[in-house]
C-alpha cells in the first residue's frame, strides 16, 4: 500500500525557513516524480514544486521560485521541501503527492506564517 508520511510543519516568522518532509513507501520512490501541493482556506490547491525520478530535475511555481527548494533522498525514500524568506501569503497546509495510476496525497501538514 502506498503511503506518504508528512512532518515538519509548524510557525514560523516572516522571513524565517522550514524543512518539510515526506515519507514514502509502498511504491518505488527512486523511479516516481514527487510533487508538493499547497492549500490556504478558501484557496484551490495549488502545486508548488516537483522534482523527477533519476535527474531529479526540479520546477518550481513562480510565487516559491528561489525562496523553496525541493529535493529527495532515494536512500532514505524520503521528499524534502525546504522553505526559506517565509511570508505570510505562504500559510497553507502542505501535501505531499504522487500518481501512481492515480493520485495518492500525504495526510498534509500545517504551515503557519505569522508574527
Known amino acids: 500500500q502506498v503511503q506518504l508520511a508528512e512532518s515538519g510543519g509548524g510557525l514560523v516568522q516572516p522571513g524565517g525557513s522550514l524543512r518539510l518532509s515526506c515519507a514514502a513507501s509502498?511504491?518505488?520512490?527512486?523511479?516516481?516524480?514527487m510533487r508538493w501541493y499547497r492549500q490556504a482556506p478558501g484557496k484551490e490547491r495549488e502545486l508548488v514544486a516537483d522534482?523527477?525520478?533519476?535527474?531529479?530535475?526540479?520546477t518550481y511555481a513562480d510565487s516559491v521560485k528561489g525562496r523553496f527548494f525541493i529535493s529527495r533522498d532515494n536512500s532514505k525514500n524520503t521528499l524534502y521541501l525546504q522553505m526559506n524568506s517565509l511570508k505570510p501569503e505562504d500559510t497553507a497546509v502542505y501535501y505531499c503527492?504522487?500518481?501512481?495510476?492515480?493520485?495518492?496525497w500525504g495526510q498534509g501538514t500545517q504551515v503557519t506564517v505569522s508574527s
Open positions: 503527492y504522487v500518481h501512481l495510476g492515480r493520485d495518492y
Open positions: 522534482i523527477t525520478s533519476v535527474s531529479s530535475g526540479t
Open positions: 509502498g511504491f518505488t520512490f527512486s523511479r516516481s516524480t
